[in-house]
């Protein structure tokens, strides 16, 4: 597959995540829920790929160490992704993750060792700002804004933990044991929260849009984009992933209607917010 391929991919996968946050306002069942399955089914469909691809590389204690802690992190994410979502909505949980992107700004230095450049901070400053006054202006949930920020900090930790395992690990294998670990951890959490007798109270409409979630928008786009690190630098990863919103925002006011208008003002902020972002990914890109 030439670069040009792995591009249009990258682009492909990007609007599958689009139509995830849609997907999870069209499932019924409570966030941790909808995480469980989709973990689940995940890990179903990926074990079935490794099988049929003979894909079995041995792994010692100190690289399980590293699937289970990035899994915890994807299960949190993912967790607080579709509380977000129920919680507010599409719109607005996908304009508040679009901060990841300033999060990984951040957590870089502490990474990879470098200092802290002034334009990172002046940027985070600046969205958060823009996130305030758009949220001011607008009737949101502040929980839901919470629960948003909190998946794009625990997403954004995943990233640049996973911009260092795909040089040493297989990528369908990388997937699996993160996505395994992450099913543990929200088997825990359902049975603490009491929702363990729910799991089974599923309607045949919340179990098709389920499958299309963990199947396609789960074990496939999560395992391409691990590949995908391979042919194309994550930085140019992180600033296309802004168009998620843009995706995500569309297909919500087509399929979802109004529930997803928000003001004219929400819009303008959510522009905003985007071209910091976007900015601040061309000029990291620059300094490479």
């Known amino acids: 597959m030439g670069v040009r391929k792995y591009y249009l991919l990258m682009h492909f996968i990007i609007f599958i995540w689009g139509f995830t946050a849609v997907l999870g306002a069209l499932i019924s069942l409570s966030p941790e829920l909808i995480t469980w399955y989709r973990l689940g089914l995940a890990v179903i469909f990926l074990y079935a790929w490794k099988k049929f691809k003979k894909i079995n590389h041995p792994y010692t204690w100190y690289d399980f160490k590293h699937f289970i802690w990035n899994g915890i992190l994807i299960g949190l994410h993912w967790w607080m992704f579709f509380s977000a979502i129920k919680w507010g909505n599409v719109s607005i949980t996908l304009v508040t993750l679009s901060v990841s992107s300033l999060f990984v700004a951040l957590m870089e230095p502490f990474f990879f060792k470098r200092s802290i450049r002034w334009y990172e901070v002046l940027f985070g400053v600046l969205v958060i700002g823009g996130l305030y006054i758009i949220f001011q202006v607008n009737d949101v949930s502040w929980k839901a804004v919470t629960a948003a920020l909190a998946a794009a900090f625990f997403g954004s930790l995943f990233s640049v933990n996973n911009g260092l395992l795909i040089k040493r690990?297989?990528?369908?294998?990388?997937?699996?044991?993160?996505?395994?670990?992450?099913?543990?951890?929200?088997?825990?959490?359902?049975?603490?929260?009491?929702?363990?007798?729910?799991?089974?109270?599923?309607?045949?409409?919340?179990?098709?849009?389920?499958?299309?979630?963990?199947?396609?928008?789960?074990?496939?786009?999560?395992?391409?984009?691990?590949?995908?690190?391979?042919?194309?630098?994550?930085?140019?990863?992180?600033?296309?992933?802004?168009?998620?919103?843009?995706?995500?925002?569309?297909?919500?006011?087509?399929?979802?209607?109004?529930?997803?208008?928000?003001?004219?003002?929400?819009?303008?902020?959510?522009?905003?917010?985007?071209?910091?972002?976007?900015?601040?990914?061309?000029?990291?890109?620059?300094?490479?």
């Open 169 to 288: 690990y297989h990528p369908v294998d990388l997937s699996y044991y993160q996505l395994l670990s992450a099913f543990v951890l929200l088997s825990v959490i359902i049975m603490i929260q009491g929702q363990a007798h729910e799991v089974f109270n599923i309607t045949w409409k919340d179990l098709l849009w389920l499958l299309i979630l963990s199947s396609v928008c789960t074990a496939y786009a999560f395992t391409a984009s691990i590949e995908i690190l391979r042919k194309i630098n994550p930085f140019t990863l992180i600033l296309s992933i802004n168009l998620e919103p843009v995706y995500g925002i569309i297909l919500a006011l087509l399929i979802l209607g109004d529930k997803e208008k928000m003001s004219p003002s929400f819009y303008v902020g959510a522009l905003f917010i985007l071209l910091l972002v976007i900015l601040n990914g061309i000029i990291s890109v620059r300094r490479k």
